[in-house]
């Protein structure tokens, strides 16, 4: 069977750090791994637009922010179709059918769609699109045969339920959808990078995000500002490792080559973190070696997106044809869902002969 990627994101902003150590990074790995027949990758407007139907604009403004996010972290339209969710009709269809293979009460126990009802504070006024958008969710996976769908670990919610109703599918109407997998990040680090306030999520409105398209300057003004450990006043007091942020993002970009350039009285992350337990490291130490990291790992992609800010009318080019590619995958599994439920009624010469037949007979 052939190997086949999906995964996209909301453009509702800039895409930040923590897309990227959390699904970017090892997409365009993935992609330049080889080992994938086909790899897509979407920007989920239609998504986006299911608690945001009051600001289209917001989402049309960020079509092309998520678009240079992608291309500057080396996602290579040669390799991976990159595309626009809304342009592809089919995958609305196939969520129309696929709303009667799910019940109301399974969806309203997804913990991904419970939290984030609770996160916008909907209570009792929930847009019905809003809440059955784990559902068009499978139907982006399904619609191209998805078998590895790498996300962030607050996606794997969606990924079980696109996989429930697979089974569901196959099992009514015979063998047609592919079940995925999901793909979450290696480290605990990259699974849910904090912002740099040390609140659990990052998130524009909090103010605690670094973005991919931050200047440098912006990159290590954030840095140095970072949340460490509240009770680490002296740089001979022991400090802990538990919250601090500056260690988590070591943990999710330092690799020990990083020590050679930047810090070579340590040999790795452990020896560092070991002398920061046992006091006598200072805080600034420690973010002024984060900043050298981090700019090392940004500093590429700052310059790609300082290009590609350039052609902006080719990308727009790039998501049209990734689009009419997205298009064409998509029709055909639309095809082999609408034969399996047999409501492919003008192919089906079986069908209308027997009709016939049968009132010929009158
Ligand atoms: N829900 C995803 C997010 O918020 C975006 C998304 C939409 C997605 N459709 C998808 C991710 C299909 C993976 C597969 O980031």
Do not use: W
Not at 254 to 266: V, W
């Amino acid at each position: 069977m052939s190997k086949i990627i999906l995964t996209g994101d909301r453009p509702t902003g800039k895409l930040h750090v923590g897309h990227y150590v959390g699904s970017l990074r090892r997409r365009v790995e993935l992609q330049n791994s080889g080992e994938y027949d086909k790899i897509f990758i979407m920007i989920a407007d239609a998504q986006a637009l299911t608690d945001n139907a009051d600001n289209p604009e917001k989402i049309r403004q960020n079509i092309i922010e998520v678009a240079l996010d992608y291309l500057s972290c080396g996602l290579d339209p040669n390799k991976s179709t990159l595309f626009i969710q809304s342009q592809i009709q089919e995958l609305t269809e196939l969520s129309f059918y696929y709303m009667n293979l799910v019940t109301v009460s399974r969806l309203q126990r997804n913990p991904t769609v419970k939290a984030e009802i609770q996160m916008r504070n909907f209570e009792t006024s929930i847009p019905v699109g809003f809440f059955t958008y784990p559902i068009s969710q499978a139907a982006d996976i399904t619609a191209f045969k998805a078998t590895t769908v790498p996300v962030g670990e607050d996606q794997l919610p969606m990924i079980e339920q696109c996989r429930e109703i697979v089974r569901k599918f196959n099992s009514v109407y015979g063998d047609t959808l592919v079940e995925p997998e999901a793909l979450i990040p290696q480290t605990q680090a990259c699974c849910r990078l904090p912002g740099i306030d040390g609140k659990a999520k990052m998130s524009k409105s909090l103010g605690n995000c670094i973005y991919l398209s931050d200047s440098a300057d912006e990159v290590r003004t954030k840095v140095m500002s970072m949340f460490t450990d509240p009770n680490h006043l002296k740089i001979t007091d022991p400090g802990s490792l538990e919250g601090n942020t500056v260690f988590t993002y070591l943990d999710a970009f330092c690799k020990e080559e990083h020590f050679g350039r930047y810090l070579p009285e340590y040999a790795n992350l452990d020896e560092l973190k070991a002398h920061y337990q046992r006091g006598g490291l200072g805080d600034v130490k420690v973010k002024k070696f984060l900043n050298n990291v981090m700019q090392e790992e940004l500093e590429p992609i700052r310059n790609r997106r300082k290009e590609l800010e350039k052609q902006i009318p080719d990308i727009y080019e790039i998501l049209k044809k990734g689009s009419e590619v997205a298009r064409q995958e998509a029709a055909k599994t639309m095809a082999d869902v609408k034969a399996a439920m047999k409501i492919n009624y003008f192919d089906d010469a079986a069908l209308i002969a027997s009709q016939a037949e049968k009132y010929a007979q009158d």
